[in-house]
């Protein structure tokens, strides 16, 4: 089957670093992209892995291992805007399907 | 450009309507992807366009869905006999580029009653 596991709630204080883990199934891989959505709000696109390694955007850091299916988002200098979800997919099928994990729910305290 | 832009916003609906939402993407995107989204849930993949073609449709999605993207422009999302299992948040996304990002639209929430 294909399926996509990260954790439903992470609780951080303003300033910390916090990781969202993602692991995945699936029957191709077409890279490994996260996404952010404030409620009532569309997803929108913070990183992308096609190949294994870090990369790096502003205080966000997404990492892949596809030897291991696994990748991860890293939040650093949290701020209390960061309160959202966060998902990660997987592309699959040549790229053609996307497939979204249930969402890490992040809640960012003072 | 404007980003994605999806109409209605809002749909309510008696059970065994059909129903038709559009979705405008970002003018210079050939790839086109329609998703479903359940509260507490993440998008739900239901079909994929290249230019035109329809290259991959769900196989959770019924034949009451059926979706169209005429000229490689705009798309339509079409349900037919409206279920209440239908209500959810019908959200449209483009991208320029296989993999990698897509940009959302705001999305068309369904309201079967």
């Known amino acids: 089957g294909q399926s996509l596991e990260q954790p439903s709630e992470v609780t951080a204080v303003e300033g910390a670093i916090v990781q969202i883990n993602c692991t995945y199934q699936?029957?191709?891989?077409?890279?490994l992209s996260w996404y952010q959505q404030h409620d009532g709000g569309a997803p929108t696109f913070l990183s992308y892995n096609a190949l294994d390694g870090l990369e790096e955007t502003g205080r966000f850091s997404s990492f892949l291992s596809r030897s291991d299916s696994y990748g991860y988002l890293l939040l650093q200098e949290l701020q209390m805007k960061d309160s959202a979800s966060y998902f990660c997919?997987?592309?699959?099928?040549?790229?053609?399907?996307?497939?979204f994990g249930a969402g890490t729910r992040l809640f960012v305290k003072a | 450009d404007t980003g994605v832009s999806q109409d209605p916003r809002h749909k309510i609906t008696k059970r065994g309507q059909n129903v038709t939402f559009r979705c405008d993407p970002i003018?210079?995107?050939?790839?086109l992807y329609w998703y479903r989204q359940t509260l507490g849930q993440g998008p739900e993949f239901l079909t994929y366009f290249q230019n035109e073609a329809q290259l991959e449709k769900s196989r959770l999605l019924s034949d009451r869905f059926s979706a169209e993207r005429p000229k490689g422009s705009f798309s339509t999302l079409e349900i037919q006999r409206t279920e209440q299992g239908d209500s959810a948040m019908y959200l449209c996304?483009?991208?320029?580029?296989?993999?990698?990002?897509?940009?959302f639209g705001p999305g068309t929430r369904l309201t079967v009653t």
């Open positions: 699936t029957s191709g891989f077409y890279g």
């Open positions: 997919a997987v592309g699959d099928t040549g790229g053609f399907k996307t497939i």
């Open positions: 996304a483009s991208s320029a580029r296989q993999g990698g990002e897509q940009y």
């Open positions: 003018s210079e995107h050939n790839r």
